[in-house]
Structure formats: C-alpha cells, structure tokens
C-alpha cells in the first residue's frame, strides 16, 4: 500500500478555503486518492476522490499534482461544522473491488469562529 | 445516497458477557463488509473483511474466536463480542460498498458502535 503523511492539526478561519495537504510518493499508476472525514463519535463520512485529474463536488475539491505524488482537498467556505479530522488514503486495489481502506492518522482541522 | 446503518449505537455490558453488533446496508447489498475499531485519539484499525456465504478474513492480531462474525445476507453483517473484557471497550466501526458499483464507488461507514465493558 501506498503511505500518506498528513499534518497532525491544522486550523482555520469560518468561511475561509482550508486546504488540507496530503503527501502519497510512493503512489502507484493505478491508485486512487481518497479523503474521508471523521466528526467526533461519529463513522468516517466520504468526500471525494480521484485518480489524476482535479475533482469537485458539492463537499470539497480534489487538487492532484502532476506526478501524483501529493494531493490537497480544499473544502472553500468551511464553517465551524467542518471540525474533524480528515483523513487521505490512497486504495489498496489488490483485490480491486473488495480492498480494504488503511486509515492514517489524519488532519484534525479546527474552525475557528 | 448509500446508507449503512449500525445497531446499537452504544452498549453497556458486563465482562464475561457476549455482545452482537448488526451492520446493516439500507439501500444497496454488498458481497462484502469490513469491521473496524477505533480506540480513544486513535485511528480506526481494520479487524476483519465479512464475505457474504463464507468465513470471514481477519487481520493479524485479532482473535477470530473472540470476534465472530456472520454475513448471511447480502444486505447484513454481524459482529459478536465474546465474553468480553473492559480492553474490549471501543468504537466499532463497519463499511461497505455498492456491489452493482464495486470499480469506483467508495467505502461507506455506519455511524459506529460504542462499546463499554464494565
């Protein structure tokens, strides 16, 4: 599996973009790049993902840099329902279809009013 | 959207008792589950992959006696806690995905099990 490094903790302004970076060098050509997201007590929610190009969708945007090696989710005006910790995780396609999904340690992101 | 749907959200019990989580996939069947569990400040850790009509696959480490699991239909998993000990206390965690979508649809989570053994 490819491994991710995420910043422990990171703040943000309410209504401000908060860019969250992920690190995945060792990314392999058919990888997909995932985000989800945890709110306390709470399950993992999807967000997005992708495999080379930029995404959008109604939550975020999925920036990917050319040589995949690192990736940044942009949520654009968080708000203070946007605390939680992101986590980014590359998708283990061994046994495509039923793979398992390794979670890191992930971004706690603080909104801050 | 796909829904999974975990019960219960939080149970009390006893050490030396057995404890049944359900995993349940409202809107769509899954050949496959995953069972997870997530420790106080911690990551979630993957347990075990629940096969619809066969035996389940454990990660290593974690005691497939103590940690049973049934997936008898395409739209129902369980997870029974054998007498349980308070280590056992956690959150539990199960996903699935949409079979007819397997190639690109993500993982999706229930809102968790909270378990405490006293």
């Known amino acids: 599996d490819a491994k991710t490094t995420q910043p422990p903790s990171m703040d943000c302004a309410e209504g401000r973009a908060a860019n969250l970076p992920c690190n995945h060098s060792?990314?392999?050509?058919?990888?997909?790049v995932y985000w989800y997201r945890q709110i306390h007590s709470q399950g993992p929610q999807y967000i997005i993902h992708?495999?080379?190009n930029n995404e959008t969708n109604e939550m975020a945007s999925l920036i990917i840099t050319e040589d995949r090696k690192s990736s940044t989710l942009i949520l654009p005006h968080a708000t203070l329902r946007d605390t939680a910790v992101y986590y980014c995780?590359?998708?283990?396609?061994?046994?495509?279809?039923?793979?398992?999904?390794?979670f890191g340690t992930g971004t706690r992101l603080t909104i801050i009013p | 959207g796909a829904v999974v749907s975990q019960h219960p959200s939080w149970v009390i019990c006893k050490s030396g008792t057995s404890v049944k989580i359900e995993c349940r996939s409202l809107?769509?069947?899954?050949?496959?589950m995953f069972w997870y569990r997530q420790f106080p400040k911690q990551s979630l850790m993957l347990m075990a992959t629940?096969?619809?009509?066969?035996?389940?696959?454990?990660e290593q480490g974690v005691e497939k006696d103590k940690f049973l699991i049934n997936h008898a239909s395409l739209t129902l998993s369980t997870l029974t806690v054998t007498s349980a000990h308070p280590e056992d206390s956690s959150f539990y965690i199960c996903?699935?995905?949409?079979?007819?979508?397997?190639?690109?649809?993500?993982?999706?989570f229930g809102n968790g099990t909270r378990l405490t053994v006293t």
């Open positions: 996903s699935a995905r949409d079979q007819k979508e397997i190639y690109n649809s993500p993982l999706h």
């Open positions: 060792t990314i392999s050509g058919n990888e997909y």
């Open positions: 992708g495999l080379k």
């Open positions: 995780i590359v998708r283990d396609r061994s046994n495509f279809g039923n793979e398992k999904l390794t």
């Open positions: 809107d769509f069947q899954a050949t496959t």
């Open positions: 629940s096969n619809e009509g066969s035996k389940a696959t454990y």
